[in-house]
């Protein structure tokens, strides 16, 4: 059975409309991040990562819309009209759409007179979406905390070797509202600084939004330059907390030698890990002993969390586009952030955005409920 | 690849009643939602007091499995690698109501990290996953109403594939006064046969 791959692939974010804008902007070690003083989101100025309200308008305007989106859902439609159009795939009965989001239209639930209440559902979300391109088939949703868009990935490629599709699309968003802000708030998460992942000085996460998709498929006419091969996934929970990370790393530990089962490979043949690092300090400690009993201290590292701060159910995906651009440009990209090593098990964390030649790359995400996923992809040469 | 799969048991909780295979286990007549999950907690002797600081969703979730869990017929060594996959339409709104309600006035303002935490559908997962050590495959999917056909195709995968020996399946749904509940699991031997039809009917059990 051969793999499916990744290919067509869009990020619409702070840093730009389009993957290799967005690439080219990590690439030279640009964050996204900035400070934002919103007494609507939260009483005290906190860094964030957001769209410019008029420039996803102008940008949105262009797909001649015929009735009123929200904002997520315009952030979602613009990521995923540009990889249909540039696959130029038929929608039939035979290609999926998943979509990744953990909050969906939550802002739906402030009073806001455009949009009904039931706006708020996921699947109100999805009809919109399926309706606004003709997908045949009803979207699934998936909504999995912060693995949801890698799990994605994971359930796309299930999927397609289940026979019940030959193509997936899939696109994750997710927005900074006042309700997430202030939930993590509440749970004193965030940071006042621009995070540090994996940094003796890291007090928390930034929240930040993004859009992302990807086209997954088996058919090798369909691949880009960037595009990879998925090699192996796996989810594995950890059956110990709803909210704080396992001490053992019990189950990143458990999906990363999962992942390497399927994938036939060693800890050794994994040339980069796109590793979660939202900054706080139990999940980057956490991190350093699951990739510590994996055999992958010494395997180059890095946290995007620095450029675009934790978006949610997106950053699984955002980061797995990354890290595709990042094989195929032969470019590891730096930890943005990070000082001096601040967690108890070694870790060869990127400090500088430097060349190296890869072939294999494994994506690793956690999150609430104990969920934990990892996916392993390898560089496809065309 | 083969799709030979069955369905050892199934559990419902709805209209104010728990049943097992179709048999009605516990009822009672006339209470809202919070007082019959209680008092079915109480009746099955479950004894776990993390269960009252649980969302309404987890705790029908928690009390589904383990009405299903502990009564079924799955042996140890397949409840080892049981992945948990779970379903419904309203995601986690009914807590989601409630954070918000907490962040809506300026000079009311009072989000807890005890509710916020379960603004995210998949914490049942968790909770499930804890209550019975599953450190398995788990995923949580929103559709506008029960979906035998996704659930069987992935549950499926996940067997084929050898990343479950057996499926925690089904569908789990609270907002507002209305709440459901409908668990099955899937392995390599049981009573019903696995196909889409089957997981219909089922659900559709009295």
């Known amino acids: 059975m051969n793999n499916p791959f990744l290919s067509y692939n869009n990020i619409i974010s702070s840093l730009g409309f389009d993957s290799k804008t967005v690439v080219e902007k990590v690439s030279a070690e640009v964050s996204g991040l900035n400070s934002v003083d919103d007494k609507d989101i939260l009483p005290r100025p906190f860094y964030t990562s957001m769209l410019d309200p008029m420039v996803l308008e102008k940008a949105f305007e262009k797909l001649i819309p015929k009735k009123k989106y929200t904002r997520l859902e315009k952030m979602m439609l613009l990521s995923l009209h540009q990889i249909i159009k540039d696959s130029k795939l038929e929608l039939t009965e035979r290609v999926g759409l998943i979509i990744s989001t953990t909050k969906g239209n939550i802002d739906i639930l402030e009073s806001q007179e455009m949009f009904t209440k039931e706006r708020a559902y996921l699947g109100a979300l999805a009809q919109e979406i399926k309706e606004f391109f003709n997908f045949k088939d009803d979207p699934i949703v998936l909504s999995n905390a912060c693995v949801s868009g890698v799990m994605a990935v994971s359930i796309a490629k299930r999927l397609i070797n289940e026979k019940k599709y030959d193509h997936v699309f899939i696109v994750a968003g997710d927005m900074v509202t006042k309700f997430i802000i202030s939930g993590f708030n509440a749970f004193q998460a965030l940071s006042d600084e621009r995070c540090r992942p994996y940094c003796k000085t890291r007090t928390g996460i930034n929240i930040g939004e993004v859009a992302a998709s990807v086209l997954v498929t088996k058919n090798t006419n369909l691949l880009v330059d960037e595009s990879v091969e998925i090699l192996g996934d796996a989810s594995c929970n950890d059956a110990n907390h709803i909210s704080g990370p396992s001490r053992t790393g019990e189950g990143l530990y458990r999906s990363v030698m999962s992942a390497m089962k399927e994938a036939n490979i060693e800890a050794t043949d994994i040339d980069y890990i796109s590793a979660h690092g939202t900054a706080t300090p139990y999940n980057d400690e956490m991190e350093s002993i699951a990739f510590s009993r994996a055999g992958l201290a010494e395997t180059p590292l890095n946290s995007l969390k620095g450029y675009f701060g934790h978006t949610l159910g997106a950053s699984g995906l955002l980061e797995t586009i990354i890290g595709m651009h990042s094989l195929h440009r032969n470019q590891l990209f730096a930890s943005l952030g990070f000082q001096e090593l601040g967690v108890s098990h070694p870790l060869n964390i990127i400090r500088k955005t430097t060349p190296k030649n890869s072939n294999i790359f494994l994506k690793t995400a956690s999150g609430f409920g104990g969920s934990n996923t990892a996916a392993i992809f390898r560089k496809i040469y065309k | ?206």
């Open chain 2, 1 to 206: 690849m083969k799709n030979d799969y069955f369905i050892q048991d199934y559990c419902h909780i709805k209209d104010n009643s728990v049943s097992l295979n179709g048999t009605q286990l516990f009822t009672q007549e006339s209470t809202d939602f919070n007082a019959f999950i209680k008092s079915a907690y109480q009746h099955f002797n479950t004894d776990y007091p993390k269960f009252f600081k649980m969302d309404r969703l987890s705790k029908m979730a928690f009390i589904a499995a383990d009405v299903l869990l502990k009564n079924g017929q799955h042996s140890i060594e397949e409840s080892q690698n049981m992945a948990v996959v779970l379903s419904n339409r309203a995601s986690s709104l009914d807590t989601d109501r409630k954070h918000q309600e907490s962040i809506n006035d300026q000079d009311n303002y009072y989000p807890s990290p005890a509710v916020f935490v379960y603004t995210l559908p998949n914490i049942c997962i968790g909770e499930i996953s804890i209550r019975h050590k599953l450190h398995s495959e788990n995923s949580f999917f929103i559709f506008d109403q029960f979906n035998a056909d996704h659930l069987w195709h992935y549950s499926n995968s996940l067997l084929n594939t050898y990343k479950a020996d057996s499926v925690l399946c089904g569908w789990v749904d609270v907002d507002q006064d209305k709440y459901e509940a409908f668990l099955y699991v899937v392995s390599s031997k049981g009573s019903y046969e696995h196909n889409k039809e089957e997981i219909t009917r089922l659900y559709l059990t009295k």
